[in-house]
């Protein structure tokens, strides 16, 4: 089955600690993306990749990095630069063509202690 | 700036009772107004894609609607598994930025 996968499910994470959220497709979509989702507000867009080994910054990207390596992959870090990291991530994937439907992965719940 | 806004924020439905949602959109240069169901804990999953004024679509118990100004998701006769946020989203012609999401509408419906 085509999809997207996200890992883990749910991190916990101390202060001052970096950690990575995984981000995984086989949909051969070049573009792949990172949310943010918090209660009450809209998505917001942390990163975004439309080929291997280049991405760009969206509209919060301050405190996270990004990498892309393999077309299938695109790994968040979430840094202890992130002041407020506890929130639902979302990775979505789509084609080339702008703008087009996104398919989204099931998220991982980032919480810190 | 382009901005995306849903009403009501929460609706609760008996079952079987029908209404519509709201999605209104300043966007410059729209290009396709995007429909998503999610589930609590879950991601976001596509539903529609409008993209001009007039378009209609349908899904089972859903039907979205496109204006120049507003879009509408209208559920008919709903039943309990409908209960969802629905979100919905602008499209633009810039390249990675190129949704800009609402705050989604939170449907319960009850039996």
């Known amino acids: 089955d085509g999809g997207i996968t996200q890992s883990p499910k749910y991190l916990f994470r101390k202060e001052g600690q970096n950690v990575t959220l995984s981000c995984e497709q086989n949909?051969?979509?070049?573009?792949m993306y990172w949310y943010r989702q918090d209660p009450g507000q809209g998505l917001r867009l942390i990163y975004y990749?439309?080929?291997?080994?280049?991405?760009q910054k969206g509209d919060i990207a301050e405190g996270y990095s990004v990498s892309r390596e393999k077309k299938e992959s695109f790994p968040l870090t979430v840094t202890s630069a992130q002041k407020n990291p506890t929130a639902f991530y979302l990775c979505a994937s789509s084609i080339l063509v702008s703008p087009h439907e996104q398919f989204f992965g099931p998220g991982t719940r980032l919480t810190v202690l | 700036e382009d901005q995306v806004t849903q009403s009501p924020e929460a609706l609760r439905l008996q079952e079987g009772e029908s209404s519509s949602l709201n999605c209104s959109y300043t966007?410059?240069?729209?290009?396709?107004l995007f429909w998503y169901r999610q589930d609590p804990g879950k991601g976001p999953e596509f539903l529609f894609t409008l993209y001009s004024a007039g378009e209609e679509k349908e899904k089972e118990r859903l039907k979205a609607t496109l204006t120049k100004k507003e879009s509408f998701l209208h559920i008919t006769a709903p039943k309990p598994e409908d209960s969802a946020t629905y979100l919905c989203?602008?499209?633009?012609?810039?390249?990675?930025?190129?949704?800009?999401f609402g705050p989604g509408t939170r449907l319960s419906v009850l039996p």
């Open positions: 989203a602008g499209g633009r012609r810039d390249y990675g930025q190129n949704f800009v």
């Open positions: 949909l051969n979509h070049d573009a």
């Open positions: 966007v410059s240069g729209l290009r396709g």
């Open positions: 990749s439309q080929i291997v080994n280049d991405f």
